[in-house]
């Protein structure tokens, strides 16, 4: 079916078709009951601005954008990103704002997409997701002049403004709650450490280590179910293996207690466990996990909201979201106790005999 128009709306209306603009837009220039005849013609007809003519006039595409530079096999099974999404989204169904999301192999890419956007109008804005050490978008989005919203700790974004939790203080949470049952010995097992944020937390479990006088060391991986069950069970074939693990993400914590199992461990008499981002998956296996708990779907529409007033042409500064919390469950308890040091060999014992009194003389 032919997509309907303007002139189609003018025709069955009875007007021209800048007045039809008018009343679509919104603008002074048709009565009252013209516009509002106008706009019921036009919803039977089911029109819908066209999004690419608007840009190339001057106006706004009306839609937001999302890339992401992650392993498509990772972010499936990530439930993270799906209940990011969904906050985002939640916000820009308010004014049904789409949100055009795709995956970029590198950053290279990604941002090659950025440019090709703005150039186009495709959309208004962008969300800024997986911020790196050394990373590139940032300077080129400024200079771009696209609005964007970090998703992230305010930490080299430029003028861009951030929406973020204090990833460094909920890891020091975790190391002190598990020194606090007597752990001495523990471990982490990271996101990629080109993240910002896999820094920003191996930084803050290095410190809150130390400062402890604990054990602790942070092995990298990808947040797939793989590789967190293959460092697991590195980690635990150590003759001094922790008797607590953190991971980064709540994939390579179930994972990582799958291979406990498989190991003979058990959870958590043998080691605890500990998953960053709470989710579903936590609690449908057994021993449920102890997860570091946040609103992750108010963190989307908290950067939704910022990024509309931001390409509005509003100032918007940095949002701080509360701290993620720990939520305890059955996968940690105290450390299992050191075996008891074997008993001094006694000496000898020589046999007693019975001895019979004397008779009397």
């Known amino acids: 079916m032919k997509r309907p128009t303007m002139n189609d709306i003018a025709r069955r209306a009875g ?9 679509l837009n919104n603008r002074p220039g048709v009565s009252a009951p013209t516009r509002r005849r106008i706009l019921a013609i036009a919803e039977e007809l089911g029109w819908q601005p066209n999004s690419a003519a608007r840009a190339l006039s001057g106006g706004t595409a009306g839609a937001f954008g999302l890339v992401i530079d992650r392993p498509a096999r990772t972010l499936g099974l990530e439930p993270f990103f799906m209940q990011l999404i969904s906050g985002i989204q939640s916000e820009l169904i308010t004014d049904a704002t789409p ?15 950025y440019r090709s956007w703005w150039a186009r109008r495709r959309v208004d804005g962008v969300f800024l997701v997986d911020l790196q050490a050394e990373d590139a978008r940032v300077a080129v989005l400024e200079e771009l002049g696209m609005p964007a919203v970090v998703i992230g700790a305010p930490v080299g974004t430029g003028r861009l403004p951030a929406v973020w939790s204090d990833d460094a203080a909920a890891v020091s949470a975790v190391v002190r709650y598990l020194a606090g049952l007597g752990h001495r010995r523990l471990a982490r097992v990271g996101g990629p450490a080109r993240l910002r944020h896999t820094a920003i937390r191996t930084a803050a479990f290095d410190a809150a280590v130390a400062e402890l006088g604990l054990t602790g060391r942070t092995v990298e991986a990808d947040y797939s179910g793989e590789r967190g069950a293959a460092v697991t069970r590195a980690l635990l074939a150590q003759p001094a293996r922790p008797t607590a693990i953190l991971y980064d993400n709540d994939v390579m914590a179930v994972s990582g207690l ?22 579903a998956l936590c609690e449908l296996v057994e021993p449920p996990l102890t997860a570091l708990s946040r609103d992750i779907a108010a ?26 919390r720990l939520t305890v469950r059955d996968s940690v308890a105290a450390p299992p106790a050191p075996p008891a040091s074997p008993a001094p060999p006694m000496s000898p014992v020589s046999p007693v005999r019975a001895v019979r009194p004397a008779p009397p003389a």
């Open 258 to 279: 799958t291979a406990a199992h498989a190991l003979g461990l058990r959870v958590p008499a043998d080691v605890s466990v500990v998953a960053w981002d709470d989710s």
């Open 15 to 23: 007007v021209t078709k800048g007045a039809v603009s008018f009343a």
């Open 99 to 113: 949100l055009v999301f795709t995956m970029a192999e590198d950053q290279a890419a990604e941002i090659a997409l």
């Open 299 to 324: 963190y989307g529409a908290h950067a939704a909201r910022r990024l509309r007033e931001a390409a509005g042409g509003r100032a918007v500064g940095d949002r701080q979201d509360p701290a993620p």
